[in-house]
């Protein structure tokens, strides 16, 4: 709409004024935030903007592939993607407490981009001043509201403060007074397709916390595969009175990987495989959440296929616990 286009070129206007011939970096997860962002800074500047897509091995099937396709492919925008599940990985080793697992990939992850960022500053002829961050109005009451924060942190996310700071770069932060729908309707307008603007959260630790316990390689394989089919047949199936995808109508869903092994039957053989529970909920602010109550002839479709695909999984179960006491993440 009109509202939206003009918010666009006055966006624009502000960026190449802010920048001017100055290069900016920027991290892209593949979220929604980092990747209207980069879609925005890349209208304003082309080419003055680098995105820098660090991989940590514990994202969905495909998501890299699909970052560079949209990105590089599509935008023409210049993305250095750093692969580093090796690293992730090896530093998980032995790592199965929950809070330990977020401070190893989230002090990684700042390791990695800084690393990558230095190299980019350096190779540059012109002058690389800023920082860009897909941070959006939400965040900045939180990080500001500090009287308002839990005496607890019963969950520690994973942010990038300080960085720009110890990369001597200036912070360029073009969503901050936008809230999520209009981050998502500012996606469409710049061209991203609706199903990425429109996509369920994602922790920044990935798959590292949807692996309960230790995190393995073989785990994230067999667990990105199950999700896949999830996500694929809550996109498939619609409710008959609204027309809407069971994807839409769940605030987020996912499965989670249970290293316990059952038994089970598969033609003349006994199978002694993994675990997988699914979990979608339904909430507004994801503070208080209820489990979703998916039909039954899509819980029955998506457990068939994961038993019968994924070789590795011969059990599926699914979660039916509400936020509070269960958290919406199993980990
Ligand atoms: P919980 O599990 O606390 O999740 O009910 C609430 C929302 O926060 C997300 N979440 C995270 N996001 N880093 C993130 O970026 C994290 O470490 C993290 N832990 C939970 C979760 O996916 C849900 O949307």
Known sequence: DWVMRDHVAEAVAAIRKQVGNEEVILGLSG??????????????????????????????????????????????????????????????????????????????????????????????????????????????????????????????????????????????????????DEVRELGVALGLPPEMVYRHPFPGPGLGVRILGEVKKEYAELLRRADDIFIQELRNFRDESTGKSWYDLTSQAFTVFLPVKSVGVMGDGRTYDYVVALRAVQTSDFMTADWAELPYALLKRVSGRIINEVRGINRVTYDVSSKPPATIEWE
């Open 31 to 180: 979220g929604v935030d980092s990747s209207v962002a980069a879609a925005l800074i890349h209208r304003a500047i082309g080419d003055q903007l680098t995105c820098v897509f660090v991989d940590h091995g514990l994202l969905r099937l495909n998501e890299g592939d699909k970052v560079m396709e949209m990105f590089a492919g599509k935008l023409h925008a210049k993305v250095v993607r750093v692969d580093a599940a090796d690293l992730f990985l090896g530093k998980l080793a032995g790592v199965s407490d929950p809070e330990a697992k977020r401070k190893i990939i989230g002090g990684l992850f700042v390791d990695v981009f800084k690393a990558q960022a230095e190299k980019i500053k350096q190779s540059h002829s012109r002058h690389v001043a800023w920082l860009a961050q897909g941070t959006i109005y939400p965040d900045v009451i939180e990080s500001g509201g500090a009287k308002s924060k839990k005496a607890v942190t019963i969950k520690s996310h994973h942010n990038v403060g300080g960085l720009p700071e110890q990369l001597g770069l200036k912070l360029l932060e073009p969503l901050r007074d936008l809230f999520k």
